[in-house]
T-cell receptor, first 114, second 110 residues
């Protein structure tokens, strides 16, 4: 158990819909990362937040957005969903957000878009 | 950006030592080498990190030659539970996030 929690565990929805994935980092960690893992793309970095502020952006689509709240939990919002958005979405956290730090990954949210 | 190259898959038997080599020819001076392990449908888990020479922890060793253009993850006496995908990453100080490649799928057989 990494100490990072993600909800929900599974999500099934239809194309065009909007969903919100939630992540709670390990106690004491200020930085949260979001990753997408699909069969054909591998593990792709989406976005990073540090203490409520966006710090780095990766391959995140414009239809996707995220935020980190004052209590440090984070939400990833996916809208206008397409079939290709079906994937595992992982959240990770680290203490101060530097790239050499160990990142602790949550169990993931499996999203299926029908 | 230092790109990594590692074998797509490896097979081993229980009790054997497994060495997975990763090449990173254009690694920069300030970059570290980090390995993660991922089981199916789980998030990656940190295994080990090093900068040069040898690093050992309770689960693995990491060997890095002087030129740092490659590294070898060594798993002593593997068991069935070591069957997983292993990712070699160069933690580029010029970037803020991890870049995962395709990884090496290790299959341990009885």
């Amino acid at each position: 158990d990494s100490g990072v929690t993600q909800t929900p565990k599974h999500l099934i929805t239809a194309t065009g819909q909007r969903v919100t994935l939630r992540c709670s980092p390990r106690s004491g960690d200020l930085s949260v990362y979001w990753y997408q893992q699909s069969l054909d793309q591998g593990l792709q970095f989406l976005i990073q937040y540090y203490n409520g502020e966006e710090r780095a952006k990766g391959n995140i689509l414009e239809r996707f957005s995220a935020q980190q709240f004052p209590d440090l939990h984070s939400e990833l919002n996916l809208s206008s969903l397409e079939l290709g958005d079906s994937a595992l979405y992982f959240c990770a956290s680290s203490t101060s957000g530097t790239v050499q730090e160990t990142q602790y990954f949550g169990p993931g949210t499996r999203l299926l878009v029908l | 950006l230092a790109k990594t190259t590692q074998p797509i898959s490896m097979d081993s038997y229980e009790g054997q030592e497994v060495n997975i080599t990763c090449s990173h020819n254009n690694i920069a001076t300030n970059d570290y080498i980090t390995w993660y392990q991922q089981f199916p449908s789980q998030g990656p888990r940190f295994i080990i990190q090093g900068y040069k020479t040898k690093v050992t922890n309770e689960v693995a060793s990491l060997f890095i030659p002087a030129d740092r253009k490659s590294s070898t993850l060594s798993l002593p006496r593997v068991s069935l539970s070591d069957t997983a995908v292993y990712y070699c990453l160069v933690t580029d100080t010029g970037r803020r996030a991890l870049t995962f490649g395709s990884g090496t799928r290790l299959q341990v057989q009885p």
